[in-house]
């Protein structure tokens, strides 16, 4: 036990006063005179035992509570397991959970409030020369700084609900740098959160024996959520005057199921569609809406249900672009007009398309920059050039197609082939073979045919090469002939596919380009050449959006402008493999439309969505992470209970040790009552 203030002790000779008192006891006695004092003498010496053993115990009542008394100004404080309290100022990191997670409410409001209250409890437990460090998710540059008591109840009121999203270990890694920084001896952190699993992160806690880490966990009424997860197309075009399915998750997090939710449909800030769900406890159910498309270019949508109280998550925007061109380029060999003319006929007056046709003699390199699918359609002549612009298409992204020539120069080809890291040509086969099944590969024709019918007829090829095989070869055959050889194979290379075709498309080597599987192939291969865009993005993350056309200078910068043109954000701007990508770097901080604008022409549509990470109200229970704790033998972590009216005495104690002075002061009034009772009632 020490004393705050040990020069009081010096009071404690102040109990010398009642054993003055009880020693020299000057009351005058009177003589009384009696005949016979036989029996007296008796009855006097029963009455001076009862008096002395009476004073004895006067005496020790009023000795004790003048020394609890005394000991109560002295202030004593008994330390606990961290030893004995340091003198000068403590630095105190608080951190508050204010993800969307903390809405929630219990019986004193949400838990946001409930955190506030808490930190300031905290506060109050230190002294006015202690400085604190107020942290939340938002990770601002104004949080990384040490605080007054009076600026730091500041900072805390003006925590908000945020739509930023740390893992615990994250956090607490940030405090405990901010703190190694500092010179305060005395260092410790605070974390205010309702412990919700997807982000506390106990597992990857590290043990830092300098600072004292204390978890003051906070629990909701309830922990029930229905939200939309995603949403996606179908098909992976979407056109003006089709039918589009837009399929959403929704999910049930909650212990009771959901008999009869709907959801709706919003396009273009029109209600066009409606669907009804039921989904189990802790489960999910896809639901599916169908609509026309009616307007041509960038759609905005939106799906929204209504759950309470958590509601950030009720809405998912999603934009997409009905006006879509797939940039297509062929290049014809010399002796390739036969063929040729079945992709002028599929391409050339499809608005699907972005057609372009060269030979290969007069190749312009630069269309290939913004090129979804590239046919080399019976190339003869393989120059260095074309190689070495094939090598950067490929590493830009997009579909290949090769379709040998009908008498291919097999030296020219090797080398090719070679340099694109394809299967070489062994010998040319002029067997009569047709397609086998189009099972093989289902799901390169996945939405074609309804049902495939094992009796169709399918396209026959006169004659073929026959290729090395390889068994670490990663190609994946989609069509194959009767004989086993691959007449269409996929194979991966760079950041690209190229579809490798066995045999010309020649009519004196096959069918095919007359055959209903020709249309259906390429644009396949068409469509599988696309850039994915995705349907939305996460607010507060490092979105990477890519812009295929986009001509770039020092005057002309593309911004990313909120619809109500309420933010203005300039990305950072980079060249990667010939495209024009933008990095938001978490500066998207609300939920809403942005448009990616170059000198005030609209090139994208974009939806940005509060992060569903915060969606999953399942907590981690206390004891669990007390447990986890105890097994990691993580000595400098503690969870502070919250039982109590308020933290303010729990803090003082866990920093300072248990003190004592009110015990002291109990005592004392004990013991002047002990007092009372034997003067009054011990005769």
């Known amino acids: 036990m020490i004393f705050a203030y040990p020069a009081f002790l010096w009071a404690l000779l102040a109990v010398s006063i009642p054993v003055i008192i009880h020693l020299f006891n000057f009351r005058k006695y009177k003589k009384v005179y009696f005949t016979n004092v036989k029996f007296l003498k008796a009855l006097q010496q029963e009455t001076q035992s009862k008096s002395r053993l009476k004073e004895l115990l006067i005496l020790a009542a009023r000795i004790l509570a003048i020394a609890c008394l005394v000991l109560a100004f002295a202030q004593p404080i008994l330390p606990n397991n961290k030893g004995v309290k340091q003198s000068g100022k403590k630095s105190i990191s608080i951190y508050l959970d204010n993800s969307f997670s903390m809405e929630a409410v219990n019986k004193q409001g949400t838990l946001l409030d409930n955190a506030k209250r808490r930190a300031v409890e905290i506060i109050n437990a230190f002294d006015n020369g202690d400085r604190f460090q ?18 730091a109840l500041t900072a805390i009121d003006e925590v908000k609900l945020s739509s930023a999203v740390k893992n615990a270990s994250q956090v607490i890694k940030r405090q405990s740098d901010f703190l190694n920084g500092q010179k305060s001896k005395q260092k410790q952190i605070y974390l205010i959160s309702d412990l919700q699993q997807s982000t506390f992160d106990a597992t990857a806690f590290v043990n830092d024996t300098t600072i004292a880490v ?54 273009n800030q029109q209600a066009i569609a409606l669907s009804s769900f039921s989904v189990e406890a802790e489960s999910e159910k896809e639901i599916t ?101 094939l090598e950067k298409y490929t590493q830009k992204g997009g579909s290949l197609v090769i379709i040998p020539a009908l008498n291919a120069d097999l030296k020219q080809y090797e080398t090719a082939y070679q340099f694109l890291k394809l299967p070489l040509i062994l010998t040319k086969d002029t067997h009569a073979l047709r397609v086998n099944s189009l099972k093989e590969n289902p799901l390169f024709y996945e939405g074609v045919f309804e049902k495939i019918d094992e009796r169709v007829n399918l396209p026959l090829i006169s004659q ?136 005030n022409v609209t090139l994208n549509g974009l939806a940005f969505n509060f992060n569903r990470k915060e969606s999953n109200l399942s907590v981690l229970e206390p004891e669990a992470l007390q447990t986890l704790i105890n097994t990691k033998n993580l000595s400098n972590f503690k969870l502070v209970s919250v039982s109590e009216n308020t933290l303010t005495d729990a803090v003082k104690q866990d920093s300072e040790g248990r003190t004592l002075w009110k015990f002291f002061i109990l005592l004392t009034l004990v013991f002047l009552l002990v007092e009372t009772l034997l003067i009054r009632f011990f005769k």
């Not at 003319?341 to 007056?349: C, D, G, I």
Request: hydrophobic share 40%; glycine share 4%; charged share 15%.
């Open 134 to 151: 107020i942290i939340s998710n938002d990770f601002e540059g104004k949080q990384q700084r040490l605080l007054s008591k009076e600026d």
């Open 214 to 267: 204390n978890i003051v966990p906070l629990k909701a009424n309830q922990t029930a959520n229905v939200y939309i997860d995603s949403c996606w197309f179908e098909s992976p075009v979407q056109q003006k005057g089709f039918i589009l399915k837009l399929h959403a998750n929704i999910i049930n997090r909650s212990s009771k199921p959901i008999e009869a939710g709907s959801a709706r449909l919003f396009l």
């Open 289 to 389: 809406f169908s609509f026309e498309c009616k307007q041509n270019g960038i759609n905005y949508g939106s799906i929204k249900l209504e759950d309470y109280p958590v509601t950030f998550d009720d809405e998912l925007l999603f934009t997409f672009n009905s006006q879509l061109n797939i940039s297509t380029v062929l290049i014809n060999g010399n002796n390739a007009a036969n063929s040729g003319m079945y992709f002028n006929t599929l391409m050339q007056n499809d608005s699907l398309f972005q057609f372009k046709a060269f030979n290969e003699t007069a190749i312009d390199y630069a269309a290939f920059k913004s090129t979804n699918l590239l046919i080399l359609n019976e190339v003869e002549q393989w120059s260095n050039g074309l190689l070495s612009e």
């Open 464 to 599: 073929h090469y026959v290729h090395v095989k390889n068994s670490r070869s990663t190609g994946q055959t989609i069509l194959s002939l009767q004989n086993g050889d691959f007449f269409i194979q996929q194979i991966p290379h760079q950041n690209s596919s190229i579809y490798l075709f066995s045999s010309s498309l020649s009519d004196k080597a096959s069918n095919f380009g007359k055959h209903a599987l020709f249309v259906p192939s390429f644009i396949k291969m068409a469509i599988l050449g696309l850039k994915p865009i995705p349907l939305f993005y996460t607010v507060k993350t490092n979105a990477l959006i890519t812009l295929d056309q986009a001509n770039l200078s020092a005057e002309a910068i593309p911004h990313l402008v909120e619809s109500n043109a309420k933010y203005d954000v300039i990305p950072e701007i980079r060249n990667l493999n010939g495209n024009v990508s933008l990095f938001t770097q978490q500066q998207i901080e609300q939920q809403g439309f942005y448009n990616v604008k170059l000198n």
